[in-house]
């Protein structure tokens, strides 16, 4: 079986590594330590194909160790049990340089049986993931290992791998044609990739397959072919993973930080994703944490918009939930309702409120007066400006304040108010 391009480009030093120099670039901790042969355990994080694998195996060449490689969706405490029993024999006289790929598929039981030979050095692990290693590793391996963050290459970076791998292409198999390839073919193989070089290198090698020498012995590759070997650029998210949990945190954040631009970018991000129910449910709470009592007739406007974007769908839907998120960007921001709610639910968590006053208790029933319920309750319409000062809050907090008003015309208007009505008793 033919090796696929990927595979057959992949580089063989840090050097030939496209990408990750904040982790292999002159002086950097992970190169420093590949090249001073002191491998520690360690775990490598980050999406597919931005080079955990590459750099694994450029480790591997560089040790004594007997290199074994698992990949934690398939392999079983069998394989684990293997290669243990190849320790201290001729098979692996210094040990075993395992290297275990989307470890975040195993479970506590097959992480927890490589724990005694990581501690006596028998084992070095190199663990890759997709996924976040502190919500899918168990803290007694993290806790032997260092982690490495890997980051998605830049187009730059995956131009780079894409001209290396037509360059092999070129030589190796087409060697007795000439190849032109059409102006930005490579640029939109590179910019389509979202940061995955195997991926782009894919299409590469589709494009290849696809072209026939014409009658004067060239291949031509245009622009048009690159476009339909891509077809839709890749995405990186899933609904339960760490991809969809960032770009919904950069969404928010993008909105409170009054950045349209920014919240429009993220939007896009989550519609190409077809995530009607993610935009919906996150659009309503900024209504009400992020933008609040500043501007309280955004919920009601951004409910309108999220009702007709759940009953038209995509691709419609898109056009009211620009509205929403541009409306709530370019809003005046309070979070003085969330923070009133979570100070009063921390108190009813952690402090004894005490009861509620007699006064305010039910009265409408017999018996209440003989109870006290009631008794010396003041109807505030019955007084002028629809106010009278009585306690509302238990004996024990009587003076507590939770509600802070924001800084905004709004709530600004409002406190003046009630600081008139209310005089001395006004409280903030």
């Known amino acids: 079986m033919k090796t696929p391009l990927a595979d ?8 030939e590594v496209v990408g990750q120099k904040h982790l292999i670039g002159e002086g950097k901790l992970l190169r420093r330590i590949i090249e001073n042969n002191e491998v520690p355990n360690m775990i490598f994080y980050g999406p ?16 004594g160790k007997t290199l074994e490689k698992l990949n934690a969706t398939t392999a079983s405490v069998s394989d684990i049990k293997r290669i243990v029993d190849q320790l201290d024999t001729f098979l692996a006289p210094n040990g075993v340089l395992l290297y275990l790929d989307e470890i975040q598929h195993f479970n506590k039981k097959q992480q927890q049986s490589l724990l005694e030979y990581m501690e006596n050095g028998k084992i070095t692990l190199i663990a890759s993931t997709t996924e976040n290693p502190y919500f899918y590793i168990y803290n007694a391996v993290l806790s032997r290992s260092i982690v490495f963050e890997f980051k998605p290459l830049s187009a ?10 037509i360059e092999i292409l070129k030589n190796d198999v087409y060697s007795s044609y000439d190849v032109e390839i059409e102006d930005n073919v490579i640029k939109h193989i ?6 995955d070089v195997r991926k782009a290198l894919n299409a590469v090698e589709a494009l290849f397959l696809a072209v026939h020498p014409d009658m004067d012995g060239v291949i031509r590759i245009p622009l048009e072919l690159a476009e339909q070997a891509v077809q839709k650029k890749a995405l990186r998210y899933d609904k339960d993973g760490d991809s969809h949990y960032d770009i919904l945190s950069a969404f928010q954040k993008s909105v409170r930080g009054s950045d349209p631009d920014a919240a429009i970018h993220y939007l896009a991000r989550l519609v190409a994703a077809d995530d009607l ?6 659009v309503l709470v900024m209504a ?3 933008i609040g009592l500043a501007y309280p007739q955004a919920a009601a406007i951004v409910n309108a918009c999220v009702n007709s974007a759940l009953q038209l769908g995509f691709p419609e839907a898109r056009i009211p939930l620009a509205e929403a ?17 979570d100070k009063a639910l921390e108190d009813i968590k952690n402090t004894d409120t005490g009861d509620i006053p007699q006064h305010l208790k039910d009265s409408h029933y017999g018996g209440a007066k003989t109870l006290g319920h009631g008794i010396e309750y003041k109807y505030p319409h019955s007084y002028p400006n629809h106010y009278i000062a009585q306690q509302y809050l238990p004996d024990n907090i009587k003076d507590k304040v939770y509600y802070k ?12 108010y009630w600081k008139r009505i209310k005089g001395s008793d006004f409280k903030e």
């Open 48 to 63: 597919s194909g931005v080079g955990k694998t590459t750099i694994a195996n450029i480790i591997a060449s560089n040790t």
């Open 8 to 15: 057959r480009i992949r580089p063989s030093s840090l050097d």
């Open 190 to 195: 590179a910019n389509t990739a979202n940061g």
């Open 325 to 341: 998120v541009i409306l709530l960007a370019t809003a005046p921001k309070s979070n003085s309702a969330i923070n009133a709610i």
């Open 288 to 290: 009400s944490e992020d």
């Open 277 to 282: 129910q993610s935009i919906c449910r996150r």
């Open 156 to 165: 730059d970076d995956i131009e780079e791998a894409v001209q290396r791998g």
């Open 405 to 416: 008003f924001g800084e905004n015309k709004t709530e600004g208007a409002a406190r003046e």
